[in-house]
């Protein structure tokens, strides 16, 4: 069964999308729109995860948008998955190198994250492989032989 | 009289197709800064690539439609879903002191930035005072 993560500001942000029809009228909007969570999840932020499975493995992919590898850190114990990283603020603020840039609106989130994904089942750790592409990262855990399903074949005496 | 039906059931067509249309898209996380010269869009857009990405300006108004790829549940089932799949799309109206013919636009790594230039007229400027 798909479990789904409830997301409070979710329709916050689907409330504001009227506001978005004017790039003059502007307004700070606070980190209630950030996604931040308390108490289950360690660090700044939390980034979005799907978890998948077939027959030979479980699959995962994470949003994360701007963000250079070697600042994510995956690592997996058994059925234990954890993702950490930081997302930086760009150290640049001024996006051209120019003085005097001064934000309009932030809805971007930044700092670290802490994720542990608790895995059905045990996995093969040793062959586990993760790849970031156009800022979403794609894990993928295959499950050990003795927890695949197997074929039993019928054989008439 | 055939040529009439046939224009009457293919813009039938066209209302259906309308009504058809998906309409459930993920609005991105957008932060707007500027400066005198200019104003930049950073918007995190992430699974999509620069082929999957379209930015179009049409009568005042910046639109921007990405699209990624999504799960695909027949080969696949889901354990545990947070992101939403689907296609990101967010509509931006440009007043006129922006100027939409000199768009730049780059995307790395999932973000988008675009920087749209202020036009001359609308660029603060220092007024010399002179002395008699």
Redesign the interface.
Known sequence: M????Y?PFDLF??MS?AL?????D?FYLPDL?AERTSGVFEGDWSP???????NEA??I?M??????SRDIDVSVTNDVLTIKGEKKEPTKE???G????????????YGFFHRT?PL?LPVEGAHVDAK?K???LYITLPKREEIKPKKISVSVS | MADKKELEKSKRDEVLRKDERPERYI?P????????????L?M??????KDNLDIQFNRGELTIIGH?ES?DRN?????????TDGSYR??????N??DPGKIDAKL????L?L?IPKVEAAKPRKIEIKTA
């Not at chain 1, 120019?98 to 989130?109: I, P």
């Not at chain 2, 080969?75 to 992101?83: A, G, I, S």
């Not at chain 2, 790395?108 to 973000?111: I, Y």
């Open positions: 798909a479990v789904q993560r997301d942000d689907r999308g978005d029809r004017d790039l003059s502007w729109m979005k995860l799907d978890l998948y499975e077939d479980y699959f992919k949003d994360l948008p701007g963000i250079v001024d996006p051209q120019k003085k005097g840039w001064e934000y309009g609106r932030r809805e971007r989130v994904v059905p970031l156009d800022g979403v | 609005r996380r957008t932060s707007i800064q500027e400066n005198s010269d200019s104003v930049v950073v995190d857009l992430p699974g999509v690539s990624r799960w080969k696949m089932k889901p354990c545990y879903c947070e992101r967010r509509v931006f109206s440009l007043d002191t922006l790395t790594q999932g973000v930035e920087v």
